[in-house]
Each structure stands twice: as C-alpha cells, then as structure tokens.
C-alpha cells in the first residue's frame, strides 16, 4: 500500500448517486405506469410505459452492476473511515502513552 | 382513454409535472454519476490498490448508464412539452363543456317555446290580431333558437380545438419518446428477452433443487428406487415368475435413471461439479444409452445397503444362527449386492425370449454381464467363476469376496461384475435358470448338473 490517496467525500458522493439511481431503475415500471395513466393519452401512455418496459432485461443486467458497484463503494468508504478511526485512536493511545512517561 | 365528447378531458398536468421533474433530475444524477465514475476510472488523483480494483467496473457501469441518460431527459422534456398544453387543453374543453351543459338546458326551454308559439298560431283562428301576434312570437321564439344552436356549435368546436390540441400535443410527446428509445441501443431483442427468460427459468429451477422440499423428494425417491430393487430381488428368486415379463427391470432402471438423474441435478445446483460429472455420464447413459443396467449396478450398494443390514441383524438374531451362521450373515451382506447384479444376468439371459418393444437397456444389460464374466474368467478373481462349478463352493469363497470387496481393491466396474458373477451362482444355487446362465456365461450347458449335490 505505498500510494494512498483517497477522496472519501467523492466516493460517499458517488455511492449516494448511484443508489438513487438504483432506486430508480429498480421502481421505474411503477413510476411510469403512474405517469403514463396521468397522460390521459392512449399513444402517449404506451410510449412511456415502453420507456420502462422495452429494456427491462438490460437495465435489470445494469442495476445488477450498479447495485454490486455501488455496494462496493460502500463498503470501501466503510472500511477506510473504520481505518481511519482506528489509526487515530492508536496515534492517540501512543501520545498519551509517551506523555505519561 | 378516449375523451368523452364534450366532457372533461382527461389527464393529470399536475401528476406529469412532477414526473417530468423528476425524469429530468435522473437524467442529471447520471450525468453527475458518469462523470464521477469518469474520474474513478482515470485514477488522476485517487490512488489505492481496491480503488485500482474498482476502476475497472467504473468504467462499464459508466458505458451503460450514460445510454440510459438519453431516455430520461427525452421523456422528462417531452412530458414537460405536454404538461402545459393538456392543462390548456383541459381548461377550454373544461369552459366548453360548461358552457354546453347551460346551453343545453336553454336550448330545451327555446325549443318548448317554440312549439308552444307554432301552437299559438294554428290557434288563433280569424282573429287578425292574434294571428299576427302569434307569428310574432314565433318568429321570436325561432331566432332565440336559432342564435342558441349557433352558440352550441360553436361551443361544441371549442371543445373539440381544445382535444384536438390535446391530441396533437400527446402525439408530438410519444414520438419524442420513441425517437429516444429507439436510438439508445438499450431496446430488449429477442434474443436478449429469451436470455432472460432462460435466466429466470434457471434460477427457479436451482432454488428449487436446493430447497429442502426436492431433497425429500429425492428421498423418496431413494427409498422407493431400494424397496423396489428388493421386490425385484425377491421375485427374481421365485421360479416360474419372469422378472422381464413383469417389466420390473424397466421400471427399476428408470427408477434408478430417475434418482441418479436428481442427485445429478441436486449436486449441479449445489455445485458439486465433480460429482455432478460423474453422476451425469452415469445418468447420460442410462438415459440414451440403452445402459440402465450400469445405473442399476453403480446403485447395487446403496439398494443392498438396509437389505444387508437387515440380513445381518436376521442372522446375529438367532434366527439363522447355526454352524453356517457367519458364512450366512456374509452372505446376506455381499449376496444383496451381488443379487442386483443377478437381476441384470436373468433380464440378460432373457432378452432373447423377449419380443418387440423390449426396451434397450434390456438388451445392454446381458451383454453386460457377459463382458463382466469374460473379465473375471481371465483375471486374479477366476476363483468367482470356478465357485460356479461347485455351487455350494461359494460359501467357501465368500468371504474372501467380502475380504476383497471391502478392501476397495476393485473398481466401480469390476465390483459390478463380482456382483453379477456372484449373483449368478446365486441363482444356480436356488436350482433356476441353468441353462440361461450357462449361456451368459459361455459355459457347456448345464455343466454342473448334479455337480454341486454330489
């Protein structure tokens, strides 16, 4: 681990888009069947439910990728933040160690 | 959704409002997303070995979701186009519709008026006056009518402007839609609709096979693959009934194809692989190979195993405990195998006899069991076959066929044929078949006639 750089910021930021946009795709068959009754439309109503329905297989495939992805962010900035509490609670117990002596 | 004429129009500007909003603020949180995942993937200043790791996701998730962008900013704008023109819509039909309802009722009062003035003028007889009074009611009471029906209709293309509006607008807004779907690659074909279908069906079918409930299922199917295989055992030593004939051996191999195909099943879902191969080129060939019989043997122990048990425990019981007791308690144990095996010679030995629709695997099995005795006559376990000229020589030998089979020494394949060997000099012990099984064995028919009993 000689190069450690991270923005931990970024990636809560990121993490967070990519679960409101998994959230997304995952309610987007409700979300537009509320949408296409509100059209009072007949044509306009089948274009929007097509607009969740006719990829249906690939965006299950991409919320598969963004959700592993996403999770993935997660548990990295999890992980370094733990990490980095911990190290600080060393710093301090050694400080506080060397103090005393 | 047709629009009742001269009613409310239907549709929600208010509800669509929202939604466009919406669309639009996902088209933005996946252009922020990508560029975020962008620079993920650039590593220009975020260095780490698990960020090195999750660039190179970043970077796919990126490629797909930016073509879905293209689908939310689309219908959002197209929905925002629409939103404001419906509610235009909606308000002047709403007016329109108003204003027809009143007209309406006017129009039935003017209409009453009418009539009542036409009466009027049939009734006044001689009486200039009142003639000329009439008519001039009448006339009247026509031009009131006359200016409300004008006011219907034009009320009446008001409304229909104010559909039509609406129409041409949600036209307008589904194209926009279709154009933008239809232009980002993201359309499911066929292919990719039966994939998932597949996918789905796969799924289902492993969460099945993994479940608790296939388990039992598979159970029992165990247990009644071994309690037929026992029947089959007891009948196959009865004279004078034809095991073939009953069509148990069918039954009993598909049964046993049947099991070995489920576990074979169970052990793919649980991803058993080694074992799954190995129970599949044994299912394989059970199924299209005509070889139930390699099924039926490779199940031998599992088929013996409560039979054995139950023998042993018979013969430590007292019930058989005699002089022979032990020899007899290892008999029970190898001859169970052995006498699936023996199910496998006496279907061999009557194939011939058999007519059409005689299954393969019926055919396969003697042949079999021919290969497996040929095997031995040549080999270090001759002395099986030598027992077979001497029936009651056998016991002798069988322990030291238990001493060798559960040493571990013979294969699956060998195994089987002890079995079938044994198991045949099984059956000449109980006096049957003698010149069948001289033949499956090669051997000069009936060469030991009286031979055993001297």
């Given at each position: 681990m000689s190069d450690l750089l991270l923005d931990l910021g970024e990636l809560q930021q990121l993490s967070a888009e990519l679960a409101a946009i998994a959230r997304d795709f995952s309610g987007s068959d409700a979300l537009s069947g509320t949408v296409a009754e509100a059209t009072g439309h007949d044509r306009l109503s089948g274009r929007v439910n097509e607009f969740a329905s006719n990829w249906a297989v690939h965006r299950t495939q991409m919320l598969h990728d963004i959700e592993t992805l996403q999770q993935y962010l997660q548990d990295l900035t999890d992980g370094f933040t733990k990490l980095d509490g911990q190290l600080a609670q060393a710093l301090q117990s050694d400080g506080s160690a060397a103090a005393a002596s | 959704m047709a629009d009742a004429e001269y009613g409310l129009l239907a549709g929600e500007p208010d509800v669509i409002d929202s939604h466009a909003t919406h669309f639009s603020e996902m088209a933005d949180k996946i252009d922020a997303a990508v560029r975020a995942l962008r620079k993920l993937q650039s590593l220009d200043h975020m260095r780490g070995q698990a960020i090195r790791k999750l660039s190179s996701t970043a970077g796919k998730v990126a490629d797909d979701i930016i073509r879905a962008k293209g689908r939310y900013t689309a219908t959002g704008a197209a929905l925002a186009g629409y939103s404001p023109r419906l509610r235009q819509a909606k308000t002047d039909a709403q007016r329109a519709s108003a204003q027809l309802d009143e007209l309406n009722g006017q129009l039935g009062t003017a209409r009453r008026s009418q009539t009542d003035a036409a009466d009027a003028v049939l009734t006044a007889g001689d009486d200039p006056t009142a003639t000329q009074q009439a008519q001039r009611q009448k006339a009247a009471a026509d031009a009131h009518l006359a200016g409300l029906s004008s006011d219907v209709a034009t009320w009446q293309k008001l409304w229909h402007d104010a559909a039509q509006s609406k129409n041409d607008a949600g036209d307008a807004a589904a194209d926009q839609v279709h154009d933008a779907d239809s232009s980002d690659s993201l359309t499911d074909g066929w292919k990719d609709k039966i994939a998932a279908a597949w996918h789905s069906v796969t799924t289902h079918v492993t969460a099945f096979l993994k479940s608790d409930l296939f388990d039992h299922l598979l159970s029992a199917l165990d247990i009644a693959t071994q309690v037929l295989g026992v029947i089959a055992l007891v009948i196959a030593f009865i004279p004078g009934i034809d095991l073939a004939d009953?069509?148990?051996?069918?039954?009993?191999?598909?049964?046993?194809?049947?099991?070995?195909?489920?576990?074979?099943?169970?052990?793919?879902?649980?991803?058993?692989?080694?074992?799954?191969?190995?129970?599949?080129?044994?299912?394989?060939i059970s199924i299209f190979g005509g070889g139930a019989v390699k099924v039926l043997a490779k199940n031998a122990a599992r088929v013996a195993e409560p039979v054995a048990s139950a023998a042993t425990k018979a013969a430590e019981s007292g019930a058989l405990r005699s002089g022979?007791?032990?020899?007899?308690?290892?008999?029970?144990?190898?001859?169970?195998?052995?006498?699936?095996?023996t199910v496998a010679a006496k279907i061999g030995a009557r194939a011939t006899k058999l007519k059409s629709g005689v299954k393969p695997f019926v055919n396969t099995a003697g042949k079999i069991a021919e290969d497996g005795v040929d095997e031995l006559k040549g080999g270090p376990y001759s002395w099986v076959i030598e027992g077979f000229k001497d029936p009651y020589a056998i016991l002798g030998t069988t322990k030291e066929t238990m001493k060798v089979l559960n040493s571990g020494a013979l294969g699956t394949g060998k195994m089987v044929s002890l079995s079938l060997a044994q198991g045949v000099v099984s059956a000449v012990r109980l006096n049957e078949e003698r010149a069948q099984v001289a033949k499956v064995l090669g051997l000069p028919e009936d060469p030991f006639a009286r031979g055993g009993e001297e």
């Open positions: - | 009953l069509g148990i051996g069918p039954v009993l191999a598909g049964l046993t194809a049947l099991d070995t195909a489920g576990h074979l099943a169970q052990d793919a879902a649980r991803g058993d692989g080694k074992k799954a191969v190995f129970d599949g080129v044994v299912g394989a022979l007791s032990d020899v007899m308690a290892d008999a029970g144990r190898f001859g169970v195998a052995s006498r699936v095996g």
